[in-house]
């Protein structure tokens, strides 16, 4: 299980030069996610390969197996079924 990393001055100084660009790119993406949810996840896949941000940095990463993986997809995908 992965642990989220606390808010440290550093990641706090990262958000602040995040610039008026950026905020604008996070308005566009979640005002795009309002309209059409696949349209928002284009956006960020867009804004991550121009930014040059790495894919595990947005969450992609590979399982540690992929008996896991498809356990947690099947699992995943039931949930969301039934609720």
């Known amino acids: 299980m992965q642990t989220i990393a606390p808010l440290t001055i550093s990641s706090l100084r990262a958000c602040a030069d995040f610039g008026p660009l950026g905020l ?5 993406i979640l005002s795009a996610d309002v309209i059409v949810k696949p349209l928002s996840a284009v956006l960020v896949l867009v804004w991550a390969w121009r930014s040059h941000t790495p ?3 947005i969450g992609y ?4 197996t992929w008996i896991g993986g498809l356990t947690i997809g099947v699992f995943g995908s039931e949930s969301r079924s039934n609720s």
């Open 61 to 64: 990463v590979r399982p540690r």
């Open 55 to 57: 894919w595990r940095e």
């Open 24 to 28: 604008l790119a996070i308005l566009v």
